[in-house]
């Protein structure tokens, strides 16, 4: 079983709605999340941290819930620019992520 | 601002010719990392460095090899290219200890064919 699992999507939105992915993970142990972003053949770059509970940067919302194991990452008021591949990941010796999550936002 | 350049963005090789990529960060990191990523398997873990010439095997190592002479510069080498060794390379970069410190940071990837 992989240690970090995302549900690939696509996920389809229309501008401006808000949409809310999950990724659950399998080390318990994990102290560490964080969420990327990935544009189609670009590198991933850092779109949060989530360390405590939770973290809010503008429109975007990660929350950690140690107990059931996931996280979350809430996107509202969603931009044509927001249309990417989220990948999360928690700490290791390397960080572990999922396979990514695609989003399409539609004008 | 965290720099980690990769020597090329496309590459084109034969099958058994010996390939090499290199990764340079400019932000004094320790930690240091190859990955592959294709369509459907996501990022794959193939060596990591947490130290000059000090190397892991990743998750998938197999053909690969590493170097690191300079803190600043990790180097992948493909002996003997194959066809399934076809795919986008990305190499990061971190620094050592725990929270914000494992943030790590990506090149901009070196796409490989081998033909």
């Known amino acids: 079983r992989k240690e970090v699992e995302q549900d690939p999507g696509p996920f389809n939105v229309p501008e401006g709605a808000t949409v809310a992915f999950n990724c659950t993970y399998s080390?318990?142990?994990?102290?560490?999340f964080f969420w990327y972003r990935q544009d189609c053949r670009k590198e991933p770059k850092l779109l949060m941290s989530?360390?405590?509970s939770g973290n809010e940067d503008g429109r975007f919302t990660a929350q950690l819930n140690r107990a059931s194991q996931y996280i979350s990452l809430l996107i509202r008021d969603s931009k044509l620019s927001d249309s990417a591949t989220y990948l999360c990941?928690?700490?290791?010796?390397?960080?572990?992520f999922g396979k990514g999550t695609s989003l399409l936002v539609t004008p | 601002d965290v720099k980690v350049t990769q020597s090329s963005r496309y590459l084109v090789k034969r099958t058994g010719e010996k390939v090499f990529l290199e990764c340079v960060q400019d932000?004094?990191?320790?930690?240091m990392f190859w990955y592959r990523q294709d369509p459907g398997l996501g990022l794959r873990l193939i060596y990591f460095s947490y130290d000059v010439k000090m190397k892991e095997k990743g998750d998938i190592p197999e053909g690969y090899s590493v170097s690191r002479e300079k803190k600043e510069r990790f180097s992948l080498i493909l002996e003997s290219a194959s066809t399934n060794q076809t795919s986008m390379y990305l190499c990061?970069?971190?620094?050592?200890?725990?929270?914000?410190?494992?943030?790590?940071?990506f090149g901009p990837g070196t796409r490989l064919l081998v033909l």
């Open positions: 989530v360390y405590s």
């Open positions: 990061a970069s971190r620094m050592t200890g725990e929270g914000v410190f494992e943030t790590q940071y």
């Open positions: 932000m004094d990191h320790e930690n």
């Open positions: 080390n318990s142990a994990s102290q560490s």
């Open positions: 990941a928690n700490s290791g010796y390397a960080l572990n």
